[in-house]
């Protein structure tokens, strides 16, 4: 066998085709170089290295002494670099511009440092930016610009800091960070939350919401919040149900915010789970709040059976572009439970709506009331007006007529008074009491009218009982045929 070939041309041929072997640039001291990858951890550096080569890719400074990251610690354009790692430096000052030179960073890792504010701007320039690790710092401020322009973010953890207030800006509006699936806010020092608003967030980021570890108060809005969660198995509260606690006035330590259900003093209860109530002719959407992202496809299926498929289909149900549901001109079968079916990437989901519609409608706080209402009303005002016309008779002490005229005897007043419907309106003298007609004043019959078929009167006789009259039977229907019942 012949002679082995020399190593030294080899090795040079290798040097040459290596990046670390050019002109452009070379390894670090204290640091491990393989390819586009500079790992400088454990290096005991109090300052980023520098030179540092162009066609970095990703940069490892954790667990060093760099505690102020200035704007000049990357002197060239690093247009390669995508991943910065800075934990573990006892970092407290990072300039508003030492992001410049780095603007296709993707991934950045400043957590368990000791930062305590993040200031104006300060992640402006990472358009690209896509994860932000900032957890176990000392962070209590964060400016309301602090994360404008990084459209691209997926992910940011604040957990394991002092912030006492929810930054409610980073969700409510959804094209400040419209790719943020992630966001932990775990052990800070948060004693409220926005129940409302975070109920209303879209299932898919409700799945990442980390709020476990804060010391919350206790209310029922609260326990509600999570207890939803449980029910959609969000994985925020699958995971950290130990976690989450919050804060009796009365009780020595934190309890279990799910604990809340029936225990005193609150005596919470669940809120029932997507129910929308509506009445007849009302437009609904209902929403297939899913917590699968990059869903492939969804269908709706009606209390009937029916599945409602096609974008703005024809009839009633209409599928809309966000694959929610919209009812039109509601209808009393159209009540009853809806089930939202989903096809995720990796698995499915069906999301049930229940739809109570009202059988009356409702246009405004001055409309008429109902038939059955009405009727009722006109019942009872009609019996309370035959009752005046009938016992409110005129006042004792009014002015009467007729006072030339002799009374009736005393014997006769009831049938004269009581069942007599008519007031006596003769002209009478001022200062006088109401004196009662006699009978025979009456003419040829009560009222003024004549009695066809009447009692017959016996003639008159002399004494104590002449002037008794016999009861006429029709008094007391003729008062009530000559009474108007008003309807």
Request: glycine content about 6%; some cysteine; charged content about 20%.
């Amino acid at each position: 066998p012949g002679a082995p070939l020399p190593l030294t041309p080899l090795l040079l041929a290798l040097a040459l085709l290596s990046p670390w072997g050019s002109a452009g640039g070379s390894c670090p001291p204290r640091c491990v170089c393989a390819s586009n990858i500079l790992s400088c951890s454990q290096a005991v550096l109090s300052s980023v290295p520098s030179p540092l080569p162009r066609f970095t890719a990703v940069l490892d400074l954790s667990h060093n002494n760099v505690s102020r990251l200035r704007a000049d610690w990357a002197p060239g354009r690093l247009a390669h670099l995508h991943a910065l790692l800075l934990s573990h430096n006892g970092l407290s000052f990072v300039s508003t511009e030492a992001f410049a030179h780095v603007p296709h960073l993707r991934h950045l890792d400043l957590s368990s440092n000791r930062l305590r504010a993040l200031e104006e701007n300060l992640f402006s320039d990472l358009v690209e930016l896509e994860v932000l690790l900032l957890y176990n710092n000392e962070i209590s401020a964060v400016d309301r610009t602090a994360f404008d322009n990084l459209g691209r973010l997926r992910k940011l953890y604040l957990g394991q800091n002092r912030i006492a207030r929810f930054p409610l800006e980073l969700l409510r509006d959804s094209s400040r960070l419209p790719q943020l699936a992630l966001l932990d806010l775990s052990a800070n020092r948060l004693r409220s939350l926005p129940v409302g608003e975070l109920q209303a967030l879209p299932a898919w980021l409700r799945d990442r919401l980390y709020l476990h570890g804060n010391p919350l108060a206790c209310d029922c809005p609260l326990f509600q919040l999570v207890a939803r969660g449980r029910r959609r198995r969000l994985s925020a509260v699958m995971d950290f149900q130990e976690e989450l606690r919050c804060v009796l006035p009365a009780a020595p330590a934190p309890v279990g915010i799910l604990a809340l259900a029936g225990r005193q003093p609150l005596n919470c209860s669940e809120a029932r789970e997507a129910v929308l109530e509506a009445h007849l002719g009302d437009t609904v959407t209902l929403s297939c709040d899913t917590r699968l992202r990059g869903v492939r496809s969804r269908h709706w299926v009606t209390p009937g059976g029916e599945r409602v498929l096609e974008e703005g289909g024809n009839g009633s149900a209409a599928l809309l572009a966000n694959g929610s549901l919209q009812l039109r001109a509601l209808r009393p079968e159209d009540a009853g439970t809806y089930a939202c079916w989903v096809a995720g990437p990796l698995l499915n989901e069906t999301l049930y709506v229940e739809l109570l519609v009202h059988n009356f409608t409702l246009h405004g706080p001055h409309d008429t009331l109902n038939t059955a209402y009405t009727t009722l009303v006109g019942c009872i005002l009609s019996v309370v007006l035959v009752l005046i016309y009938l016992y409110l008779t005129p006042c004792r002490c009014c002015c009467c007529r007729g006072a030339d005229k002799p009374p009736a005897p005393r014997d006769d007043s009831i049938n004269s008074s009581v069942l007599s419907a008519t007031p006596n309106h003769a002209a009478g003298v001022p200062g006088e009491p109401c004196q009662p007609r006699s009978a025979s004043a009456a003419g040829p019959g009560q009222n003024g009218r004549f009695k066809v078929g009447g009692t017959p009167q016996p003639p008159p006789r002399h004494g104590p009982k002449a002037q008794r009259k016999v009861s006429d039977p029709d008094s007391v229907s003729s008062v009530f045929s000559d009474t108007p019942i008003v309807v």
